[in-house]
């Protein structure tokens, strides 16, 4: 039988390079797209080269496509020549907050790349999977309409109707989204309308906080990796308004490439799911602090600017109800003190000796 060949896009970053070593393991032949734009966007710091070496390294077979999914041409030519079975779409400027700096760069890497796709695997190979990593910055900041109640170091909402967390049926228009959560709105509803108005396979997959070991956290983006790394620095962390007691569902990107296998072997035409830790993996930053003190033994310095970030979500969880109904196999196996705990030593390694 022949191989099977998948295509990532964003492959040298959190979420696509865990699809890599996830498929690479299973036996398919993995395909990767990145330019390393995570640097031009954050800087330095956010470089991913470390990360495209390593899987290099593990997985000899990979095989690194240095495109940028802007490239129109690029992409129609690459899916031709690979006529992949599977295509997971993680490429992104993911933060809310350089969006507004860059938006011309935020849509088109965001909406404009994402069309690419979608149309260089409808003219190439239309049938397989199409995964894109969507957030729920597409709800805008119309979560912070339900009523919350305010807890020592949480808030939480106060209509026990949200316990469970926010559903796929949540509108989406008319609030505030950020110049990024637009742009990835844009792109969501075209990757559901390639699914219903084309048949396509594909999927949205609108992330709470996806986290993890191989996350280059910045300021900007990827709040738990840069909150454990300023305490292990000792640096001072920032928190911006909400008392720091905002709350956010994080998900191991281990178990959203779980998620994402699961739909590959059964998939659905024009989906979308909410996909985060949910509830037991919910955390304010105050709860951040403790617990990664607890770990490291170090006490957390931050300071505190009072003013939110723009279209910031107070409170939100994601429910996973839909996800557990379609894909009874899956369930979130990483639990927050094991997502601390692995992000706390992979920071230890990769800070070793510099
Ligand atoms: N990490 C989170 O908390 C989170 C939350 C919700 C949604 N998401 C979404 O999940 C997806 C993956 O996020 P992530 O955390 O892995 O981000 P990431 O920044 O770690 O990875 C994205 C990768 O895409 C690459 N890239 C950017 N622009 C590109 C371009 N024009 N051409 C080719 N490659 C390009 C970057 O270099 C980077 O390696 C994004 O769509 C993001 O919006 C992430």
Redesign the pocket.
């Known amino acids: 039988m022949n191989k099977k060949v998948i295509l990532i896009?964003?492959?040298?970053?959190?979420?696509?390079?865990?699809v890599v070593v996830d498929f690479a393991s299973r036996g398919w032949e993995v395909h990767g797209?990145?330019?390393?734009?995570?640097?031009?966007?954050?800087g330095p710091q956010?470089d991913?080269r470390w990360?495209l070496r390593r899987m290099q390294q593990t997985y000899p077979r990979f095989q690194h496509h240095e495109?940028?999914?802007?490239?129109r041409t690029g992409v129609m030519q690459l899916l031709q020549e690979l006529l992949p079975q599977a295509i997971v779409?993680?490429?992104?400027?993911?933060?809310h907050d350089l969006a507004a700096s860059r938006p011309l760069d935020d849509f088109?890497?965001?909406a404009v790349?994402t069309l690419n796709m979608l149309e260089a695997a409808r003219r190439a190979c239309p049938e397989p999977p199409f995964i894109?990593?969507?957030?729920?910055?597409v709800y805008g900041d119309a979560p912070n309409e339900i009523p919350l109640k305010e807890m020592e170091k949480r808030w939480d909402y106060a209509d026990p109707a949200y316990y469970d967390g926010i559903r796929e049926t949540f509108r989406i228009d008319h609030s505030k989204h950020s110049i990024?959560g637009a742009s990835?709105v844009a792109?969501d509803v075209m990757v559901q309308e390639y699914g219903r108005y084309f048949g396509m396979l594909t999927c949205s997959?609108?992330?709470?906080?996806?986290?993890g070991p191989?996350?280059?956290g910045v300021e900007l983006?990827?709040?738990l990796s840069y909150l454990i790394r300023c305490n292990l620095d000792g640096g001072s962390y920032r928190i911006f308004g909400y008392k720091g007691k905002q709350v956010r569902d994080?998900i191991h990107?281990f178990d959203v490439v779980q998620f994402i296998w699961r739909f590959i072997e059964a998939p659905r035409a024009g989906e979308v799911y909410n996909?985060g830790g949910g509830r037991a993996n919910s955390i304010s930053i105050l709860e951040a602090f403790d617990l990664i003190s607890e770990i490291s033994g170090k006490s957390m310095k931050y300071e505190y600017v009072d003013q939110h970030r723009q279209g910031d979500h107070i409170c939100y969880i994601s429910n996973l109800n839909k996800m557990r109904t379609h894909y009874p196999g899956w369930s979130i196996n990483k639990d927050l003190r094991t997502i601390f705990l692995e992000i706390y030593e992979s920071w230890m390694k990769r800070t070793a000796g510099k």
């Open positions: 896009t964003g492959s040298s970053g959190l979420i696509g390079s865990e797209v990145d330019n390393n734009m995570r640097a031009d966007f954050f956010a991913t990360n495109l940028d999914i802007r490239d779409h993680t490429a992104a400027q993911p933060s088109d890497v965001n790349g894109h990593m969507s957030t729920n910055k990024f990835k792109a997959l609108r992330g709470g906080c996806l986290t191989n996350h280059s983006h990827g709040f994080n990107s996909l």
